[in-house]
């Protein structure tokens, strides 16, 4: 199965990353987004992200440029219909994933891999929606996706030994590792790590320690590069609070309720980086 056109929908932080290693690895890019504004802001973002690898060493100008230029902002899905891989990487909300595979659905060619980079949504739910569910796999990076090697590959109760064997092999050529896991609440890190951060935030709330010790303790107790709080706003409390609701709504188990004090601070706002504010300021 030759692959060698990815169409991305979804242009925030987790959608211009897998653009951004995608066009690294010689493919070409079609971005996506609802949001005309955020389109602009990706594209900006993908390309200061391959001007800042230039200004220090790690590949030429003329690299940089062809990189660039294997990417482009399409404001109609229709584009998409050229592509050879369809990944969705839009927020946390298995509505909005629905929807967009569905209408992905409409105008892929006929042997086209559709995948969502979905951090706990259920690959067997989302392919359902689909005539061809086979051709429907798990493909979740993690943030700050040029930096982080690991990509879990998520195999559906449909999904078929081509659709996964081609996305495993699509991970490694981007320079990834591909761990391969069966559709599970979580899949394997979240499942281990948001119940972790989660708990963080009980000890916060319960007054154990304070938000800095809490990280100190797991960065030099524990050898964590970084802190489940600092974490948590790194990866968003609203994305954290989703998945911990996915994870306690599919195991109806309390132990993975979310932290009341984690609710709260979604609620008001207080989402981590991206707000400047959170468990730390910013």
């Known amino acids: 199965m030759k692959l060698e056109t990815i169409g991305i929908v979804g242009a925030g932080q987790m959608g211009t990353g897998i653009a951004q290693v995608c066009a690294a690895a010689g ?28 200004s220090k060493g790690k590949i030429t100008a003329a690299e940089a440029a062809d990189a660039i230029a294997r990417v482009k902002a399409v404001p109609e899905l229709g584009s998409f219909a050229a592509c050879d891989v369809l990944i969705e990487a839009a927020t946390e909300n298995v509505r909005i994933k629905q929807q967009i595979v569905r209408d992905l659905a409409a105008l892929a060619k006929p042997d086209a891999i559709m995948a969502t980079n979905t951090s706990s949504v259920s690959i067997t739910k989302l392919a359902a929606t689909l ?14 996706v040029p930096a982080m090697t690991l990509v879990e590959v998520i195999r559906g109760m449909q ?44 000890v916060l709330q319960e007054g154990t ?43 109806e188990d309390s132990k993975y309720r979310p932290a009341p004090l984690l609710r709260e601070m979604v609620d008001a706002g207080y989402l981590g980086r991206k707000t400047k504010r959170g468990f730390y300021s910013y």
């Open 27 to 54: 493919l070409t890019v079609m971005v996506n987004d609802v949001d005309a504004g955020a389109l602009k802001c990706g594209f900006d973002r993908l390309t200061a992200a391959f001007e800042r690898l230039v």
């Open 131 to 144: 005539a061809d569910p086979s051709r429907f796999v798990g493909m979740h990076f993690f943030n700050p």
């Open 159 to 202: 999904t078929s030994d081509a659709t996964f064997d081609a996305t495993v092999a699509l991970a490694e050529r981007l320079g990834k590792a591909a761990i391969q896991v069966k559709n599970a609440p979580g899949f394997v890190v979240n499942r281990i790590l948001v119940p972790m951060i989660n708990e963080a935030v009980f």
């Open 209 to 251: 320690a304070r938000a800095d010790e809490i990280d100190a303790g797991m960065r030099l107790g524990a050898n964590h590069p970084m802190g489940p709080l600092a974490l948590a706003d790194l990866i968003g409390l609203d994305t954290v609070l989703s998945i911990m609701e996915v994870i306690h709504r599919e195991f």
